[in-house]
């Protein structure tokens, strides 16, 4: 897209769409873009409105973010959305505009405190008498000199990334647990999340940020009091000290709207990503990952379908030398198998990645998880996964009327759908009101 383009886009999506996603030209068009702007103080205000009502422009146009894991020269990189990372941007803008919570339940690693901290410097750069607060479990954690990975750090570093016409605006007000902009009266402050969090504060959004980390007492107060702070809170955490954590509490609400961002939907971690259904099965999903590089042995093998992996191994021992080495490439060093075919019972989802079985070896299993439960039988993530796909909404839904002798003995009931109270639900067939009479039920 040439940056003269930029006055002839007809809206927000539009131009948002017209965006590259490839690293090196996006890199190439985010500088002939912001060369534009830098010359139309008319054309940054329009841009600016263009973020606000669209806010994937400013994560894809203007955000940086900063990864020390990575090599040197690839540290600082453009934001650019993964698919994943879009709706949660949408349904954060739709919490804050709106007035409802979100909860952003998450694996490690997958961006969702970069998204808040980066769409509420957004906001207080462009949104008047917008008041943020953000809290995490220790008051170091929302901010601590010389730290670049605090909450507040994450602004700062937003805010230093902007293009420079954009810096040269600014008048912000920086000082502990606050950021304040001088040209609309809006901030962003911090409190540790203490048993008196938010007590005295009144706030467009809240994040509470790894939620889920949080003491349980301490935890169940701020769930009882938070909601007098805002209309918009935002639990953000994996899973960690259990169901049981008001953390969990929170995404169970009716009026928390919940999204996810699960590792295997990162581009990075689900590179040749498998599944394994059952023990001594696997189906390979990102097929085209090991065709490039054991073309051989792959080519023949179609997508997501059922492969006995012992036959599969045993195939795999009869190849010519060279291509066991490319399947020795494959597997690396530490890996016993190419593949684990263990069906993935201490998981809550029956996938696999090359990156995941490395990390399965490097890490603690509740680490590796995340999402994982410290109190319960079953993961929490695993719970949710059942109950999305194999819990139907039921057939009626109202109350049982029970019937009496003139003596008060119970001769016998019947099912009334009703509208209002509705504690009973019925999975299946009614006949005049009643289940089928051929045959008994035990309920648990």
């Known amino acids: 897209m040439k940056a003269t383009d930029f006055t002839k886009i007809a809206t927000p999506e539009e131009f948002w769409r017209q965006i590259p996603r490839s690293l090196e030209e996006n890199i190439q068009w985010r500088m002939m873009l912001h060369e534009f702007l830098d010359r139309d103080t008319g054309a940054q205000k329009v841009f600016q409105s ?9 994560f894809d146009a203007v955000a940086w973010t900063l990864n020390p894991k990575k090599r040197p020269g690839s540290r600082n990189w453009p934001f650019i959305l993964r698919d994943a990372q879009i709706p949660v941007v949408w349904m954060l803008k739709s919490g804050i505009d709106n007035g409802h919570d979100v909860g952003i ?24 008498e917008t008041q943020i607060l953000i809290g995490s479990r220790t008051e170091d954690e929302v901010e601590k000199a010389g730290d670049r990975f605090t909450l507040m750090a994450k602004a700062d570093y937003t805010l230093a990334h902007l293009p420079p016409w954009w810096r040269r605006q600014l008048q912000i007000e920086d000082t502990h647990l606050h950021l304040g902009n001088k040209l609309n009266n809006s901030c962003i402050d911090g409190e540790a999340t203490s048993l008196h969090f938010g007590a005295s504060n009144r706030a467009t959004a809240v994040l509470l940020d790894e939620f889920g980390r949080t003491d349980y007492g301490v935890g169940k107060s701020i769930l009882g009091s938070v909601n007098d702070v ?67 042995v792959f080519d023949p093998i179609q997508p997501n379908t059922p492969i006995k992996y012992r036959e599969f191994e045993a195939r795999l021992q009869l190849q010519p030398p060279e291509v066991q080495n490319k399947l020795a490439a494959l597997q690396g060093d530490v890996r016993d198998a190419l593949f684990v075919a263990d069906g993935c019972l201490k998981f809550p989802k029956k996938l696999r990645s090359p990156w995941h079985d490395y990390e399965e070896i490097r890490r603690d299993p509740r680490d590796l998880m995340s999402n994982g439960s410290a109190d319960a039988v079953f993961p929490g993530e695993l719970l949710s996964q059942i109950k999305a796909e194999t819990v139907k909404d039921p057939a009626a839904v109202g109350e049982v009327e029970i019937r009496y002798d003139s003596g008060g003995h119970v001769t016998g009931g019947v099912f009334r759908r009703a509208s209002h109270t509705k504690r009973f639900k019925w999975w299946g067939d009614l006949e005049g009101g009643r289940p089928n009479q051929k045959h008994n039920y035990a309920i648990g």
């Open 105 to 128: 339940e998450k694996s490690r690693e997958e961006g969702a405190t970069e998204l808040c901290m980066k769409l509420f410097c957004l906001y207080l750069l462009c949104v008047p």
């Open 230 to 296: 805002t209309n918009c809170v935002i639990f953000s955490s994996t899973h960690w000290l259990g169901m049981n954590h008001p953390f969990n509490q929170a995404l169970q609400r009716a009026t928390t709207k919940v999204v996810r961002l699960p590792w295997w939907e990162n581009p990075e971690k689900s590179q040749g990503l498998y599944r394994s259904p059952e023990p001594g099965i696997i189906e390979i999903i990102d097929i085209d990952y090991y065709r490039r590089r054991v073309p051989e």
């Open 50 to 58: 263009m973020c606000v009502a669209y806010p994937p422009i400013f």
